[in-house]
Structures are given as C-alpha cells and as structure tokens.
T-cell receptor, first 113, second 113 residues
Framework: GEDVEQSLFLSVREGDSSVINCTYTDSSSTYLYWYKQEPGAGLQLLTYIFSNMDMKQDQRLTVLLNKKDKHLSLRIADTQTGDSAIYFCAESTPNNAGNMLTFGGGTRLMVKP | DSGVTQTPKHLITATGQRVTLRCSPRSGDLSVYWYQQSLDQGLQFLIQYYNGEERAKGNILERFSAQQFPDLHSELNLSSLELGDSALYFC????????????FGDGTRLSIL
C-alpha cells in the first residue's frame, strides 16, 4: 500500500529558510499536497503540485518534486514565528470522482525568535 | 475560512453510545471526504462520497457509516463507541475530479469517557 514518510521535528530561527522533506512510495500518485495544522485548528491547504512538475513557487513557499526518488520538499523562505505549526505531506490516489489522500505523520516546525 | 462547516466542534459521550457528526461542504463542491486524526494512527482516510454516492472506502470500521444527502451535506455516524474512537474527525470537500484539492473543515473532537 501507499506510504508517506516525514521527519518528526524541525527547528529554525526566525528569518531563516525552512525545508521540510517527505518521501512517498506510490508511483501512481498524481498530486502531492502540503497542509498546515496549527494547534486546535483544522488542516489548511498550502500548496500542491502535479506529478509532471518539478517545482512550484507560491510567494514564500517553494515545492520541489523529485519523481525518480519519490521525494517532495517544502521550502519556506524568511520563516516567521507564525509559521510554527505541523506540516503534513499528502499524496493522492485517483479515482473516478476525486482523490483520497494518504498523509505523512507530520513535521512539527518550531520557529525561534 | 475554508468554507467547510463541521458541527459540533466538540462531543463528549460514553462507551456504547452513538453519535452523528455533520459536514456542510464548500458551495459548489460535490465530493465529501471523512478523515480520522488520532495520536496513534495519524490522519486516516475513512470514506468518500460524490454527489450522493459512495465512491471510496478506507479504514472505516463496520460500526461507522456515512451518507451524503441531496443538498450535499454529509453525516458520519459512529455507533457502539469505544475508548479508542476518541479522535479528531475531519470532513473535507472538493469540486470532484482528479487533482482537485481538498479543503478541510475545523474538525469535530470526539471524546469517549
């Protein structure tokens, strides 16, 4: 079955760049997503990338996809204390009407002032 | 605000009881997904509906059932509750169709005493 792996924890200083990594096993994945979860809150969609793309940039966020190695990363430039949260990588398994998501275990990002 | 509404926000009940969780998708979205988030299992896909019909099933227990109504809102029914069912239950919605991103509600926190 599908498996998505993330490191548990990342600590950075405010103003630095953060890089959160993710690996997945399902070669039929069509889309890969990054979600952010703040304490006591739901999942906020940050960005997503189609599997035929290598890179996607959206303001401070850059997603890199290495399909050969099944490796996905999320870079947050100029990390702020408000970026402290848990970040989830997810991959989609397509069906006729949508995509059920398989999530990684989440990476807790701590931003120190 | 994702546009996905879940009620109630919190639910406290006892073992053996039955509860119903409700979800209203974003306007225009035809697909509704249910996920369970627990400390030991992480985020797990439960079930998906598209325009009133079941489309995909994940790790959903037989004690759990769901449906999507003609107005597209969905309900997740959990019965014969056990202590291990304590978790955060998320609903997500998407327009439907491969690659459409899922937008999540704030979740219902279920506590079984």
């Amino acid at each position: 079955g599908e498996d998505v792996e993330q490191s548990l924890f990342l600590s950075v200083r405010e103003g630095d760049s953060s890089v959160i990594n993710c690996t997945y096993t399902d070669s039929s994945s069509t889309y890969l997503y990054w979600y952010k979860q703040e304490p006591g809150a739901g999942l906020q969609l940050l960005t997503y990338i189609f599997s035929n793309m290598d890179m996607k940039q959206d303001q401070r966020l850059t997603v890199l996809l290495n399909k050969k190695d099944k490796h996905l990363s999320l870079r947050i430039a100029d990390t702020q204390t408000g970026d402290s949260a848990i970040y989830f990588c997810a991959e989609s398994t397509p069906n006729n009407a949508g995509n059920m998501l398989t999530f990684g275990g989440g990476t807790r990002l701590m931003v120190k002032p | 605000d994702s546009g996905v509404t879940q009620t109630p926000k919190h639910l406290i009940t006892a073992t053996g009881q039955r509860v119903t969780l409700r979800c209203s998708p974003r306007s225009g979205d035809l697909s509704v997904y249910w996920y369970q988030q627990s400390l030991d299992q992480g985020l797990q896909f439960l079930i998906q509906y598209y325009n009133g019909e079941e489309r995909a099933k994940g790790n959903i227990l037989e004690r759990f059932s769901a449906q999507q109504f003609p107005d597209l809102h969905s309900e997740l029914n959990l019965s014969s509750l056990e202590l291990g069912d304590s978790a955060l239950y998320f609903c997500a919605s998407s327009v439907g169709g491969s690659g459409q991103p899922q937008h999540f509600g704030d979740g219902t926190r279920l506590s079984i005493l």
